[in-house]
C-alpha cells in the first residue's frame, strides 16, 4: 500500500485531501478546470493546478500554434471563482496574429481532454504539416544516460508519490541535465508543462531528451516532433501510431525503458554506448 501523507507540509500543491470510507484522510490528484484565451478563441482545459504558463506555452508549441516561446508576448493569469462556476483563466497575447494553419489548429470541434492532446482535429494526418525536419544524429545520447534519466523523473514526481494518480514528463540534455519537467493529471498536459518550463527557460529542444512516465502514445510523440524532439523515452508500450510518426519522421523511440533495460523501435543510430 502506498504511503499517505499524514502532515499538511507533506501534500504537494497538486493533491487534495478527501476523507475515505475507511475514516482514513488519503491524498488525491486535483483536476479542475483551466481556460486558456488567445485572441478570440477560447480553449477548455481539466489540469491539475500548477506550472499553468508553462502548460500554455508548451500547449501553443505542441500544437504548432507558435514555433517558438518568445512568440507569445504576454500571460495573465485570472483565478477561477468555484461559487459562480468561472473556472481559472489564463489569457494569452501572440506578438503575431495566428497563420492560417494555426487559426485551423485553435478551430476545436469540441473541449480538449485531459487525455488527449489531439481531440477534435479534423484530420490527424496533417498534424505535423509544416513541422521541420528533424536533425540527422542529433542529439546522441549514451545508453547508460537512459536509466538517469528515469531515476530522476522518478525522483521529481511528488505528486505521484503522493496521489498515485497523475502523469509525469521530464525534457532534459544528453548529457542528463534537466530542462524541463510536469506532473499533470492528464498525460499531455505534463509533456506540455515539460516543453513549456524548457522553452521558457531557453532550452535548445532539438538536442533535448523527453522522457515520459507512461506509454508512448500518438497524442505525445507529435508534440515532441512539433517542437523538434528527436529522441523519445517511454516506460511503457508505444501506440503502432506512434511507432510508424517517428519511424517516418527520423526519430528515436525507445520503449518499456525501466530496470536498466530498454527496447528500442526505431532510430537506434542516436544511441551510443
Not at 502532515?7 to 470510507?21: C, S
Not at 491539475?48 to 508549441?61: H, I, K, M, R, S
Not at 500554434?65 to 468561472?86: K, M, T, W, Y
Request: proline share 7%.
Amino acid at each position: 500500500m502506498r504511503p499517505v501523507p499524514t502532515d499538511p507540509e507533506q501534500v504537494p500543491p497538486g493533491a487534495a485531501t478527501r476523507r475515505r470510507a475507511d475514516g482514513r484522510d488519503d491524498q488525491l490528484v486535483r483536476e479542475e478546470p483551466l481556460l486558456l484565451v488567445v485572441h478570440d478563441q477560447q480553449l477548455l482545459t481539466m489540469r491539475t493546478p500548477g506550472q499553468d504558463e508553462d502548460l500554455a506555452v508548451g500547449f501553443l508549441l505542441g500544437e504548432g500554434i507558435v514555433p517558438r516561446a518568445d512568440d507569445v508576448a504576454a500571460l495573465r493569469f485570472v483565478a477561477g471563482d468555484p461559487e459562480a462556476q468561472r473556472a481559472d483563466e489564463l489569457q494569452i497575447d501572440l506578438r503575431t496574429a495566428p497563420a492560417e494553419l494555426a487559426r485551423a489548429r485553435l478551430a476545436r470541434t469540441h473541449e480538449i481532454r485531459s487525455s488527449c492532446g489531439v481531440c477534435g482535429v479534423a484530420d490527424p494526418q496533417t498534424v505535423l504539416d509544416g513541422t521541420p525536419p528533424l536533425l540527422p544524429g542529433v542529439p546522441r545520447l549514451p545508453t547508460a544516460r537512459i536509466d538517469t534519466l528515469l531515476t530522476e523523473l522518478r525522483r521529481r514526481q511528488q505528486l505521484f508519490a503522493a496521489t498515485g494518480g497523475c502523469h509525469g514528463a521530464l525534457i532534459a540534455t544528453a548529457a542528463g541535465e534537466v530542462r524541463g519537467f510536469g506532473e499533470d493529471v492528464g498525460r499531455h498536459n505534463a509533456l506540455d508543462k515539460a516543453i513549456g518550463m524548457a522553452a521558457r527557460a531557453g532550452a535548445d529542444l532539438p538536442a533535448c531528451v523527453a522522457v515520459l512516465s507512461g506509454r508512448a502514445g500518438f497524442d505525445l510523440v507529435v508534440k515532441c516532433l512539433r517542437v523538434r524532439i528527436a529522441v523519445i523515452v517511454s516506460v511503457s508500450a508505444p501506440s503502432a501510431l506512434a511507432f510508424d510518426l517517428c519511424a517516418t519522421a527520423g526519430a528515436t523511440l525507445l520503449g518499456f525503458a525501466r530496470d536498466g533495460r530498454f527496447e528500442t523501435y526505431c532510430g537506434g543510430e542516436r544511441l551510443s554506448v
